[in-house]
């Protein structure tokens, strides 16, 4: 069974930065690509970044780029999120998601909530 | 690669068929998905590649289209579909989703 666990949300003053991790289970982790999704509260769902299963091949959204990192480890099947300079807009839940491109988003971790408030 | 949805809403009754469309700013050939999504859960991937039902998805949802316009269709709504529908595109490497179609109850 795939299993995708979130961890690391929490609140965070703006300005400050936040590690989000996602342990893969169920599934060969190296032959996949990943995908972290947000979704602001009451809003819909908005892409954030994707990594190539080697991990040498990192995307991001515009506004990611230069904040965010998106990173694996793949010898212990988990996916990270390094996020610096946190703004307010950045609220929202974090998912990691299964792929990236070519094909759907079959399996999505339960999300992990980041909250940038002062 | 912009996606619009429409409609925005939707009220609609048990046994109902309703589509929901999604236009992309260019072509993304077929590569457009569809997920649902209910309050506090994350989304569902119902039909991948514009028409590939997902397993344990129902029949009563089918996808169409090509190129820069798609459809959702829901064969006859059950109370269980009500809730929100994102499209999404896998095109390019930055993928992006609709806006979203919130479907209620009439």
């Known amino acids: 069974e795939v299993q995708l666990l979130e961890s690391g949300g929490s609140l965070v003053q703006p300005g400050g930065s936040l590690r989000l991790s996602c342990a893969a289970s169920g599934f060969k982790f190296t032959d996949h690509a990943m995908t972290w999704v947000r979704q602001a509260p009451g809003k819909g769902l908005e892409w954030v970044s994707g990594i190539s299963d080697s991990g040498r091949s990192p995307y991001y959204a515009d506004f990611a780029k230069g904040r965010f990192t998106i990173s694996r480890d793949n010898s212990k099947n988990t996916l990270f999120l390094q996020m610096n300079s946190l703004r307010v807009e950045d609220t929202a839940v974090y998912y990691c998601a299964k792929d990236f491109v070519g094909t759907g988003l079959e399996y999505w971790g339960q999300g992990t909530l980041v909250t940038v408030s002062s | 690669i912009q996606l619009t949805q429409s409609p925005s809403s939707l009220s609609a009754s048990v046994g109902d068929r309703v589509t929901i469309t999604c236009r992309a700013g260019?072509?993304?050939?077929?590569?457009l998905n569809w997920y649902q999504q209910k309050p506090g859960k994350a989304p569902k991937l119902l039909i991948s590649?514009?028409?590939s039902l997902q397993s344990g998805a129902s029949s009563r949802f089918s996808g169409s289209g090509s190129g820069t316009e798609f459809t959702l269709t829901i064969s006859s709504l059950q109370p269980e579909d009500f809730a929100v529908y994102y499209c999404?595109?896998?095109?390019?490497?930055?993928?992006?989703f609709g806006q979203g179609t919130r479907l209620d109850i009439k």
């Open positions: 999404q595109q896998s095109y390019s490497t930055s993928i992006t």
């Open positions: 590649t514009t028409s």
């Open positions: 260019q072509s993304v050939d077929r590569y």
